[in-house]
Nanobody, 127 residues
Framework: QVQLVESGGGLVQPGGSLRLSCAASGLTLSYHAIAWFRQAPGKEREGVACISSTNRITDYADSVKGRFTISRDNAKNAMYLEMNSLKPEDTAVYFC????????????????????WGQGTQVSVSS
């Protein structure tokens, strides 16, 4: 049974930082493309960052470029999202996702492209 479990969310002031983690079980993350998505109340789920299974190709939403970094640790079978210079508009539930066949860089990576999902972790940016 595949499970992705996010952690690390919370309340942070504008300009602060958070590091989200996603622990995987039942699959080997190193074989998969991985991504982070977020969904704010009343809005559609949007892609934040993704990285290919080879780690050679990354893609970020324009709104987070230069502030967020996606990474993985194959030894721990985990993935991360480092978030810096957080803004109130970053407030959302953040989800990790993985897919064995998605080719990052050659096709779109919208939410419908991903097979495995975590349950989400809340990130709130407010003073």
């Amino acid at each position: 049974q595949v499970q992705l479990v996010e952690s690390g969310g919370g309340l942070v002031q504008p300009g602060g930082s958070l590091r989200l983690s996603c622990a995987a079980s039942g699959l080997t993350l190193s074989y998969h493309a991985i991504a982070w998505f977020r969904q704010a109340p009343g809005k559609e789920r949007e892609g934040v960052a993704c990285i290919s299974s080879t780690n050679r190709i990354t893609d970020y939403a324009d709104s987070v470029k230069g502030r967020f970094t996606i990474s993985r640790d194959n030894a721990k079978n985990a993935m991360y999202l480092e978030m810096n210079s957080l803004k109130p508009e970053d407030t959302a539930v953040y989800f990790c996702a993985a897919d064995l066949y998605l080719l990052v860089g050659t096709e779109g990576w919208g939410p419908d492209k991903w097979t495995y999902w975590g349950q989400g972790t809340q990130v709130s940016v407010s003073s």
